[in-house]
């Protein structure tokens, strides 16, 4: 388990690439309530005072349901890396930390069944922390926790699914909303199961793999754990989290067997054999569309877009890796790729008369015209046509705090040029008028949303809205005049609804009647005469298609909701091309339009209809035919009467005659705009923020060297402004090592400054191959940097000012102490990346300029070293070449090869230390050295590497090295101190030197570097 969470937080630290300096270097914010500490930029002011209300609503409504509350205020983050909905916890018992991204989700999202983005992401995060963040009964591991964030980690047994399924389970049940009772959830699973294809067991944890298989431990392990519910009562699933945490030690296998009294595995294949029997019981009572496939992608495809001439079709295909590339088929039937299969069956058929060809696939793949490669952006979405030959799309980019950006690009076919159309506007989804003059868009921003109109001549955007707090507009629509346009709106507490607006000024005409009882509403698309829209809505779990025609105001329901539907694009003779996904991910067909079910004005609405939690039910039916299980509850915790937050967690989990049970059909109030932040909380600055402080573990291995076992505290703030460590390591087998370090680290400016002092007594008398060589110094370097990035070219400018005491003996004799000589250090370093889905190419070069000050003993000494780098990539492969060369003018700065990084090992203490793990200290000296290094990796077993090496001093015999190299960081830009700066190194390495003798090493090394 802690294995997997490292996992998942490295992955996390991928996911959030925002440079740090967003959040460090920013004017912040600290709202401070009962029970939270809420931290945000200032520009975010409004959505913090409603995300304030609503964490205290959910604390409040947890501690009645759950019987449970922490130790401790949670820590909570409020920020916008991506310009899209996410949030994440970090469930440490003593500091539960969360985050809160501001920008809400959009119409054709899974998350789109929400009161309030606020109250769902806020109440989702906070049961993460209620769940998993209650301390350990066992009092020593408690402690340990307390003072060790790591030990903390410890108690976390929980699998994903379970975990991220009961969050979705209580997100849902405690508003009537949520992804339990979504819908297009529903619809989704179901059809998984129709095609026998729910996930087994054993994979509802991955991420990777399938389409959509990061929803599976949200989706089906909330409707598993409801199920658990329904079967065996609530109680009973409470108390395999009470287990998780005991005295006695418990797997979660151990824990959910001991209530149930089997596997979770096990109840989990009987929940999935009633799910998928009751999803074919309702299929055959529903009539399919008649459909026939018209282009397959072989992978997953999204927001297909006709040209205007018909000719041409635009689409978003991904890969299995996420990669997504934009491409332009040809409408044509593919007569080329017929005839060649003819060809070859007629060929395998002459040359074995008795073999059977292959049948004739349902459709041939239709011919690329085009296709676009994100160039630096991480993705492509939503393309749209401007005109027959060029294309306008989204993408993400950096703005200058490193935080990701949505913004439009227009793409010709004919030239290739892709050129940017806003800059740092936050549009999502849009349409382009038939004219090509302007764009209507919605700009998410702050948690605010609005319409634009964006003139493609003059680029001037104008608002066509006022920006709304936690609304959203989607899918603005265009009619072929272009007067009017259609918009899915939500509205706060409302939900979802599809407008009518001009397009000269976004004000409201008219109201699109929705079939009652719908839930689920998107894909707005017009008619080719403009008279009529088509749009997607549910029924009873089900994605239906729909038409309303705007003359006779007559609403028309085209599909039974057999199939899953998504976007249309509306054809000639009654035909569109439609989305229908399976569980390889969505195909399009060709739709052929039949009369359809004229939807009576009794089974219409003009808005939505709230529905009440308490009347909320996922769509499986229970079966109540299951064995009974021994009831737990005599066992309920006992909720104390204390108010306080920082009551002692063993009186939480007393037993007392006067047992709490959960307590069900609970509800969230409703959402609303606060104009105040909660009672009794208070606005300051975040200054350097709440300190943190944790003991951390160092280890260093090494075959061949002295290795060290070391240990210390590391602490600082929450956004990583301020970061120090103290440590002392000690080689505990050869004696051959000791060492004091601190750092120190200050990044709110945007000149950065870092302090490292050290004492290091490093002996080499037991390193093999050595006798007597040995180090001795003492002393400290003050850094000073100014990063600056732009898009893929990243710059930086550091000066080192340090004082170093040193003594040095080499094995060759050579010996000198230099005392308190001081030095100083300037570096330039220049990185540059171009990437595609298929290549990329890197560029790095590094100068560094040294020189000490002269003093009556000594003249002084200057260096300069120069690094290149180049790299590329090609499909999965990445291959690198590094060159470093190192030159010294004076004997009193000897450099010295080998050894492996450590805190107190620094080159920026010591610039004439070369570390190469595979070496032993001091393998060589000299004055003149040169390294060629290649390393190749494959991009799905990153971070590991197979890399050769070429060590050379000037007349010197040289020193070839290679093998398997293993480098793994994690950090965040914000979270636990331990789970930053975290460094894992480890490799085995053959070495071949042109004289002496070969052998192989190892080393490993944990520790915590700035």
């Not at 060029?390 to 010709?412: C, E, H, N, P």
């Not at 999965?876 to 190192?886: N, V």
Request: proline letters at 5%.
């Amino acid at each position: 388990m802690m294995l997997r969470f490292l996992l998942s937080i490295t992955a996390l630290s991928v996911s959030l690439s925002c440079h740090a300096g967003s959040l460090q270097e920013q004017p912040l914010k600290a709202l401070e309530t009962p029970h939270f500490k809420l931290f945000y930029p200032e520009n975010l002011a409004a959505l913090a005072q409603n995300a304030a209300n609503e964490l205290e609503n959910s604390q409040q409504l947890l501690e009645q349901h759950q019987q449970r509350r922490l130790v401790s205020k949670a820590e909570v983050v409020l920020f916008d890396p991506n310009n899209a909905p996410n949030g994440f916890a970090l469930p440490l018992s003593h500091q539960p930390t969360m985050a809160l991204f501001a920008t809400p989700p959009q119409s054709d999202m899974v998350l789109h069944h929400m009161t309030g983005w606020m109250q769902l992401v806020a109440l989702h995060e906070y049961v993460h922390l209620v769940h998993l963040a209650q301390p350990h009964r066992r009092e020593w591991q408690n402690q340990a926790g307390k003072y060790m964030q790591f030990a903390d980690l410890l108690r976390l047994q929980t699998p994903r699914w379970a975990s991220e399924g009961y969050a979705t389970l209580l997100e849902s049940r405690l508003t009537g909303y949520g992804r339990l009772y979504s819908h297009f959830a529903e619809a989704w699973l179901q059809q998984l199961a129709l095609e026998g294809a729910l996930p087994e067991y054993n994979t509802l944890n991955s991420s990777k793999g399938r389409y959509q298989a990061s929803g599976f431990a949200y989706l089906v392990g909330s409707r598993f754990l409801a199920w658990l519910e329904q079967q065996y009562g609530s109680a009973q699933l409470d108390a395999v989290w009470t287990r998780l945490i005991a005295k006695k030690s418990r797997t979660f296998e151990q824990a959910f067997s001991g209530i149930y009294g089997v596997s979770p595995a096990s109840l989990y294949q009987r929940f999935a054999a009633e799910y998928s029997f009751q999803a074919l019981q309702q299929q055959r009572q529903l009539p399919p569309l008649t459909a026939q496939l018209w282009h397959d992608s072989k992978g997953r495809q999204q927001a297909p877009a006709l040209s205007p001439d018909r000719k041409m079709l635009a689409l978003i295909e991904e890969d299995k890796a996420d990669l997504t590339e934009l491409v332009v088929l040809s409408t044509a039937e593919n007569s080329k790729a017929a005839a060649e299969f003819v060809k070859v069956q007629q060929e395998i058929q002459q040359a074995d008369p008795a073999d059977i060809t292959d049948v004739q696939p349902a459709v041939f793949q239709r011919e690329i015209k085009h296709r676009l490669e994100p160039r630096n952006l991480s993705k492509i979405r939503d393309p749209r046509w401007l005109d027959n030959h060029s294309i306008v799309f989204g993408g993400d980019t950096k703005d200058a705090d490193g935080m990701m950006r949505q913004d439009l690009y227009r793409w010709d076919l004919q030239t290739g040029a892709v050129t940017a159309l806003s800059t740092e506007q936050n549009l999502r989804r849009f349409d382009v008028s038939a004219d090509g003059r302007f764009i209507i868009a919605e700009r998410s921003k702050d948690g605010f949303a609005q319409l634009v109109r964006l003139d493609l001549a003059s680029g001037v955007l104008t608002e066509l809205t006022a920006a709304e707090l936690e609304h959203v507009y989607d899918f603005p629509r265009l009619t072929p005049d272009q007067q009017q346009f259609a918009v899915v709106h939500f509205v706060q507490g409302q939900g979802w609804q599809l407008e009518l607006r001009a397009s000269s000024d976004a004000r409201l005409l008219e109201m699109i009647p929705l079939p009652q009882g719908y839930q689920y509403l998107s894909y707005p698309s017009w008619s080719l005469d403009g008279k009529s829209l088509f749009y997607v809505a549910s029924q009873h779990h089900r994605l239906k298609l729909y038409q309303y025609d705007l003359q006779s105001k007559k609403l028309t329901e085209h599909s039974s909701g057999a199939e899953m539907i998504q976007m249309v694009q509306p054809r000639s003779d009654n035909r569109l091309l439609a989305q229908l996904v399976n569980q390889q991910g969505p195909d399009l067909y060709e739709v052929t339009l039949t009369e359809g079910r004229l939807v009576p004005s009794s089974e219409q609405v003009l808005t939505p209809v709230i529905t009440e939690s308490a009347g909320q039910k996922p769509w499986l039916v229970p079966q109540q035919n299951h064995s009974s299980i021994g009831s737990v509850s005599a066992q309920s915790r006992y909720l104390a009467t204390k108010s306080n937050s920082s009551v002692n967690a063993a009186a939480l989990n007393a037993k007392s005659a006067s047992e709490v049970r959960v307590i069900d059909h609970l509800q969230m109030p409703p959402p609303q705009q606060y104009d105040q932040a909660p009672v009794a909380a208070k606005v300051t600055d975040y200054g350097l923020g709440p300190q943190q402080m944790t003991l951390v573990l160092h280890q260093h291995y090494s075959t061949t060297s002295p290795g060290s076992t070391g240990v210390g505290f590391k602490g600082g703030d929450l956004l990583k402004r301020v970061s120090y460590q103290w440590g002392y390591s000690k080689d505990t087998s050869r004696d051959g090592f000791s060492a004091h370090f601190a750092q120190g680290r200050y990044q709110a400016w945007p000149i950065k400054v870092a302090l490292t002092v050290a004492d290091v007594d490093l002996s080499l008398a037991r390193q093999s191959g050595f006798t007597s060589a040995a180090e001795r110094s003492d002393g400290g370097v003050l850094s000073f940097s100014y990063p600056w990035q732009q898009q893929e070219l990243s710059l930086s400018a550091e000066m080192q000012l340090r004082q170093l005491d040193q003594h040095i003996l080499t094995e060759n004799g050579d010996s000198w102490f230099s005392p308190e000589q001081s030095s100083w250090t300037f570096n330039l370093q220049q990185d540059w990346h171009h990437q595609r889905n298929s290549w990329a190419v890197t560029v790095a070069n590094q100068a560094s300029w040294h020189q000490s000050r002269s003093s009556a003993q000594h003249e002084g000494w200057r260096g300069l070293d120069v690094t290149t780098s180049v790299g590329g990539r090609y499909q999965d492969i990445s291959l690198q070449m590094t060159y470093l060369a190192q030159r010294r003018w004076q004997t009193e700065a000897l450099l010295r090869l080998g050894g492996y990084l450590h805190p107190a090992l620094l080159t920026s203490l010591d610039p004439n230390r070369i570390p190469a793990e595979e070496l032993t200290f001091q393998q060589q000296t000299g004055q003149d050295y040169q390294r060629l290094e290649l390393s190749l990796s494959d991009r799905s077993l990153e971070p590991l590497q197979f890399v050769y090496r070429r060590h050379e001093f000037a007349n010197q015999p040289t020193i070839d090295s290679y093998g398997i190299s293993l480098k793994g960081n994690i950090g965040l830009p914000l979270g636990p101190v331990a789970l930053n700066d975290l460094q894992l190194r480890a490799g085995v390495f053959r070495v071949e030197p042109a004289q002496g003798q070969s052998d192989t090493r190892a080393w490993l090394s944990v520790d915590y570097q700035f």
